[in-house]
């Protein structure tokens, strides 16, 4: 299994623009999870999914968009771009099954906005 | 609402030492899950340890052991025989084990960042 996947590692927006970080999981993982990681933070969650077609509000949700149209992806939208997203944005995934729903991450996606 | 809090932001050992890492977290819960995850430099969150709360038995693995206090909402990581390899970025983390709680969140503390020295 590749476990989690994101692409792209890295990339730079002008304020404005807008792009989708992609995330693919071929574990069969009901959940999946955005999270933003400022520098010196710890992780914030942006949006969740407990499963295809459904999505809930993390923490920090605003300037963002999600969707869950199969179980493998859960993209993340990003709208208007603002310096304020310049972060590391990793996905996530478990499984209902494990007992403590431990989740496995992806590398990670550097995004600076200028 | 669960919070977690880490109040060491870095901390250094000497190679083949000990240290310990803190963590302390506040619930209202009687069940949940404790993670340690760690961040190297790759940026990649390794899972470490877990521990759930219902064992009174600390979770251990390999030179990685807990010190589990529930009453105190204590939640500390020991690194046995540090290596340079453990360098990195340590979150405790807070997950509830309620089957009702369908808002499936793990709460992240800021990060202890450990030092090796060689």
């Known amino acids: 299994n590749a476990g989690v996947t994101q692409t792209p590692k890295f990339r730079i927006l002008k304020i404005g623009q807008s792009m989708t970080l992609q995330c693919t999981q071929d574990?069969?993982?009901?959940?999946m999870y955005w999270y933003r990681q400022d520098p010196g933070m710890g992780l914030k969650l942006i949006y969740y999914?407990?499963?295809?077609?459904?999505?809930d509000k993390g923490e920090v949700p605003n300037g963002y968009n999600v969707s869950r149209s199969t179980t493998e992806d859960f993209p993340l939208r990003l709208e208007l771009a603002a310096p304020s997203q310049t972060s590391v944005y990793f996905c996530?995934?478990?499984?209902?099954?494990?007992?403590?729903?431990?989740?496995?991450f992806g590398p990670g996606t550097r995004l600076t906005v200028t | 609402a669960q919070t977690v809090t880490q109040s060491q932001p870095e901390m250094s050992v000497q190679e083949a030492e000990t240290v310990t890492l803190s963590c302390t977290y506040d619930?209202?819960?009687?069940?949940?899950?404790l993670f340690w995850y760690k961040q190297p430099p790759s940026r990649q969150m390794i899972l470490v340890i877990r521990?759930?709360?219902?064992?009174?038995q600390n979770a251990t693995e390999n030179r990685f052991s807990v010190n589990f206090q529930k009453a105190a909402k204590s939640f500390s990581l020991k690194i046995s025989d540090s290596q340079l390899g453990d360098a990195a970025m340590y979150f405790c983390?807070?997950?509830?084990?309620?089957?009702?709680?369908?808002?499936?969140?793990?709460?992240f503390g800021k990060g202890t960042r450990l030092h090796i020295l060689p």
């Open positions: 996530a995934s478990s499984y209902l099954g494990l007992a403590s729903h431990e989740q496995y």
């Open positions: 574990m069969n993982h009901n959940y």
């Open positions: 999914s407990v499963g295809a077609g459904i999505t």
């Open positions: 619930t209202s819960e009687s069940d949940y899950y």
């Open positions: 521990q759930e709360a219902y064992k009174q």
């Open positions: 983390a807070y997950r509830s084990a309620s089957r009702m709680n369908r808002d499936d969140k793990i709460i």
